[in-house]
């Protein structure tokens, strides 16, 4: 089973920047598209980006496109989500995973996760 585990989260003002990251020490991880996902308090779980496994292709939900940049660095078995001019509404859980991503933004597509790292935005 591929283990995800995420990173980078905290605490920051509104309109700072945070990166998270996502790792695996499983080598299918390069071979698989990578996906973030947000929880809000009290909301249901909810699409923020996804990139494709030749990092051909990336796709963000419309509440963070020119915001936050999906990227993967193979060598590292890595994918970040840097993410800048953070709103206080950005805060939740970030939790990413791994699949085939058939559906991009499903989470069907999706069968390995990680536990998640918090991120809140607040003055």
């Known amino acids: 089973q591929i283990q995800l585990v995420e990173s980078g989260g905290g605490l920051v003002q509104p309109g700072g920047s945070l990166t998270l990251s996502c790792a695996s020490s499983?080598?299918?991880?390069?071979?698989?598209?990578i996906v973030w996902f947000r929880q809000a308090p009290g909301k249901e779980r909810e699409f923020v980006a996804t990139i494709n496994w030749r990092s051909t292709s990336t796709y963000y939900a419309d509440a963070v496109k020119g915001r936050f940049t999906i990227s993967r660095d193979y060598a590292k078995n890595t994918v970040y989500l840097q993410m800048n001019s953070l709103k206080p509404e950005d805060t939740g859980v970030y939790y990413c995973?791994?699949?085939?991503?058939?559906?991009?933004?499903?989470?069907?597509?999706?069968?390995?996760w990680g536990q998640g790292t918090q991120v809140t935005v607040s003055s």
């Open positions: 995973a791994s699949g085939e991503g058939l559906d991009p933004r499903a989470e069907a597509s999706y069968d390995y």
């Open positions: 499983e080598r299918t991880f390069t071979v698989n598209a």
